[in-house]
């Protein structure tokens, strides 16, 4: 009992100072100040969802293969590069390394720190508190990104050495927590023999083998993916909308910060969800949610935006724990990190291809026709989807 609170609390203090991302509010702005253009700045974004592309499931790969432990100390030293790459930076190549390292970081974590808990809880017959769990550890994700988007606009006006300078000096000390994190005992991958890339194609396969066998996740995966990709630029384009709206950089930072800790109160609430609606009622009704909010914050004005797009934010933050636990239940521990690192692997192709092309987009047509773009392709797509798997049960 007591390695199991050690191994919860000792992810909780790393997930804290893991995610004291002080340029998450404002890397946009400070990439504008450099000198890039939306359609540049796009293509950055790009090539960070490239590497996430490429890379995503042979680290998936190798948290569970190697160890959750390695994977998340790989990952923390290349989020302490992209603080340096950044700090150092001028030039969009000196940007791409940036987020390139910001790419890998993501890999790496992708699918670890939740198959490091649901382990540790099932060694001792807790699976059920995974939902809990998952929801406190995404809280204090939201809350330390809350503090960090809040602190970072203070910072940024005295000076971007002191934002990213801090970034760096916070990452160094999460490598404390993992020395003390006790890798949880789990299933192991079979061992098939051969070289080392062929009990990889094994551990690919059985990712997908997943995906085959439970065909119940297809409509929550495909749906958590788009509306994923949606958020992402309306989260990290609404950064520059807000400026062009007249709004300064430290409201900028204090919209995002109070984005962040409301989500901490749907993270923490998201079990109590979970236990009183059905999963699919919670689905189907957050999607028609997302919406009527994605459409108010197009058409809203003045507070109305921002009021708009707290909310659209507020609906993944409510939904992400949920989904995790739905997913989760239905995955062995050989394979866990893997899966999800599919699933990563599919929002990052999603956001690499949409990224620029929205980032061109505005700079021709302006924000307002930009985000009706995206909104009526999310409504297709999703809409699309459903669609077409209501009328393939009919014809079954």
Excluded: C
Aim: charged letters at 15%; a positive charge.
């Amino acid at each position: 009992m007591f390695k199991t609170k050690r191994n919860i609390y000792m992810l909780y203090l790393y997930i804290f100072l893991a995610q004291l991302f002080f340029d998450r509010a404002l890397w946009v702005i400070y990439l504008g100040d450099k000198g890039m253009t939306f359609g540049e700045i796009g293509l950055i974004e790009a090539l960070l969802h490239l590497a996430i592309v490429l890379f995503e499931v042979p680290t998936g790969m190798i948290a569970d293969l190697y160890g959750r432990k390695v994977s998340l100390v790989i990952g923390n030293v290349f989020s302490l590069l992209y603080g340096l790459f950044m700090l150092i930076s001028g030039t969009f190549s000196m940007f791409t390394l940036a987020f390139l390292s910001m790419g890998l970081m993501v890999t790496f974590h992708s699918g670890a720190e939740q198959a490091f808990a649901y382990d540790t809880l099932k060694k001792e017959g807790r699976e059920k508190e995974y939902t809990k769990v998952i929801g406190s550890m995404t809280a204090l994700a939201l809350l330390s990104l809350s503090l960090a988007k809040f602190l970072g606009g203070f910072m940024a006006e005295v000076s971007w050495e002191l934002v990213y300078g801090s970034t760096i000096f916070t990452h160094v000390l999460a490598l404390v927590p993992l020395f003390f994190l006790k890798e949880p005992e789990r299933e192991k991958t079979a061992d098939i023999g051969g070289r080392w890339y062929h009990q990889w194609v094994h551990q690919f396969k059985s990712g997908l083998a997943v995906w085959k066998k439970n065909p119940v996740i297809h409509t929550p995966v495909i749906l958590f993916i788009l509306a994923g990709a949606v958020m992402v630029i309306i989260v990290f384009y609404g950064q520059e909308y807000f400026i062009q709206l007249g709004y300064s950089s430290i409201v900028v930072g204090a919209v995002f910060t109070v984005e962040g800790l409301l989500g901490v109160v749907m993270a923490k609430v998201a079990y109590k969800v979970e236990k009183r609606f059905a999963f699919f009622n919670i689905l189907y009704y957050g999607l028609g949610l997302f919406f009527v909010f994605f459409l108010l914050f197009i058409f809203a004005t003045d507070w109305a935006i921002i009021l708009s797009f707290l909310f659209l934010a507020q609906l993944l933050s409510l939904f992400e724990p949920i989904f995790s636990s739905f997913v989760q239940n239905r995955l062995e521990s050989s394979v866990r990190s893997t899966f999800f690192s599919l699933i990563g692997l599919m929002e990052s192709f999603l956001i690499m291809s949409s990224f620029p092309l929205f980032g061109f987009a505005v700079e021709r047509i302006g924000f307002t026709d930009g985000f009706v773009g995206l909104w009526v392709v999310f409504v297709v797509v999703a809409g699309g989807y459903l669609l077409l798997q209501r009328m393939m049960r009919v014809n079954r």
